[in-house]
Structure formats: structure tokens, C-alpha cells
T-cell receptor, first 114, second 116 residues
Framework: KAGVTQTPRYLIKTRGQQVTLSCSPISGHRSVSWYQQTPGQGLQFLFEYFSETQRNKGNFPGRFSGRQFSNSRSEMNVSTLELGDSALYLC?????????????FGSGTQLSVL | AQKVTQAQTEISVVEKEDVTLDCVYETRDTTYYLFWYKQPPSGELVFLIRRNSFDEQNEISGRYSWNFQKSTSSFNFTITASQVVDSAVYFCALSGPSGGGNKLTFGTGTQLKVEL
């Protein structure tokens, strides 16, 4: 069974641009979550989608948005990029959406904002 | 609010030594779940174990063992006879109804370096 796939693996953007990251969950998984990882703030929850609906959202500005498609694939978008958005963005999928769910993570997209 | 504290930032050991990674958590939920994840240099977080708040039975799996103590809000992880391949960042995480959905609250991680 293929794991969680994130594309692209690396991305370099400049301030003010926007970026879209993609995540393909494990087949059969209906929940997709996104996390931001930085050296200063660690791993922080961005949002969770289940059956194409955002179920939970972390404490991030509105520049961060996401969506989930009918095949459970998900994208997240960051508009008007800032230097502080440089981070590893990790996507995780799970079968369901309860707190007992085991999350399976992708290798992430390393975003650098210059 | 949920909080996870991993006080050890970095641990260095020599191969074959035993090493324990500490994790202390805070939550107001009565039912909650605790996890350990491993992050090798490739970046992917790898699931190691999940425990629910009603299951305080400690577990051993090969060289890994976990000690869950609700009385002290701790969920420690021990690697016996460490190997170089164990070198990674280890994260303790917590989920529960107050966080919503399957949201994980992570600790800051412990960098484990196992040297020959």
C-alpha cells in the first residue's frame, strides 16, 4: 500500500507570492491533516479535512487555507508569503477523524521563502 | 488546553546503551490518547505507539518499551541496547476531545544521537 505522498518535495518562493502544496493520502483514508514544522515553533497543527469539509483549524492567519477533493486528496495554499512561512509542511492521513486515530505522515514539502 | 513537554532537547549515547526519553503532558480531558513518533532525517514522522488514558499497562515491543503513569502525567519511552539506526528526533504527542478531531499536540522533540 502506497504511503502518504506530498508534492513538491522542495519549493523556493519569494515574499508576496503564493504557493500550493499537494497531498495524496493512503488509499481508503478519508481524513487529511496539515502541520507546519519550524525550528522555533516546532510542530503546529494547521487544519484537518474529512469528507471534503474542514473539521478543525489551528491558530494560523487566513493566508493559510486548504481544501479536500472527493478522492480525499488535499491541497493547502499560502497566499502573500512571508519569510516566517519558511518551514517543513507535513501532511498526514488517517481512516477516521477521532482522537484515537493513528496518523500516517508524508515526507513533507520544504518551503523556503526568500 | 493541551500541552506536552519533552525536557530533553538532545541525548547522545554510545551504541548498546539503554536510553529513556521523557514526556510529560497536561490535559483537562478524561479520555485522551498518547503517541510517540520518530522523525528520521528523511523528514517523515513514523508512528511508534498509541496509548489511551484508560490503559496504563506498560508495553514492550522488541527493544522498545513504554512506561505510562497517569499519576505523574508521564509517558516515557525506553530504547534498550540502542543502535545507530535509532538516531532520530522523537516526538511525544497528545490528542483528545478538547483539541478537536484527530489533532495532535506535539512536544518539542528529543534529538537522539547514537554513536559507535
Amino acid at each position: 500500500k502506497a504511503g502518504v505522498t506530498q508534492t513538491p518535495r522542495y519549493l523556493i518562493k519569494t515574499r508576496g507570492q503564493q504557493v500550493t502544496l499537494s497531498c495524496s493520502p493512503i488509499s481508503g483514508h478519508r481524513s487529511v491533516s496539515w502541520y507546519q514544522q519550524t525550528p522555533g515553533q516546532g510542530l503546529q497543527f494547521l487544519f484537518e479535512y474529512f469528507s471534503e469539509t474542514q473539521r478543525n483549524k489551528g491558530n494560523f492567519p487566513g493566508r493559510f487555507s486548504g481544501r479536500q477533493f472527493s478522492n480525499s486528496r488535499s491541497e493547502m495554499n499560502v497566499s502573500t508569503l512571508e519569510l516566517g512561512d519558511s518551514a517543513l509542511y507535513l501532511c498526514a492521513s488517517s481512516l477516521g477523524q477521532g482522537p484515537n486515530e493513528k496518523l500516517f505522515f508524508g515526507s513533507g514539502t520544504q518551503l523556503s521563502v526568500l | 488546553a493541551q500541552k506536552v513537554t519533552q525536557a530533553q532537547t538532545e541525548i547522545s549515547v554510545v551504541e548498546k546503551e539503554d536510553v529513556t526519553l521523557d514526556c510529560v503532558y497536561e490535559t483537562r480531558d478524561t479520555t485522551y490518547y498518547l503517541f510517540w513518533y520518530k522523525q528520521p532525517p528523511s523528514g517523515e514522522l513514523v508512528f511508534l505507539i498509541r496509548r489511551n488514558s484508560f490503559d496504563e499497562q506498560n508495553e514492550i515491543s522488541g527493544r522498545y518499551s513504554w512506561n505510562f503513569q497517569k499519576s505523574t502525567s508521564s509517558f516515557n519511552f525506553t530504547i534498550t541496547a540502542s543502535q545507530v539506526v535509532d538516531s532520530a528526533v522523537y516526538f511525544c504527542a497528545l490528542s483528545g476531545p478538547s483539541g478537536g478531531g484527530n489533532k495532535l499536540t506535539f512536544g518539542t522533540g528529543t534529538q537522539l544521537k547514537v554513536e559507535l
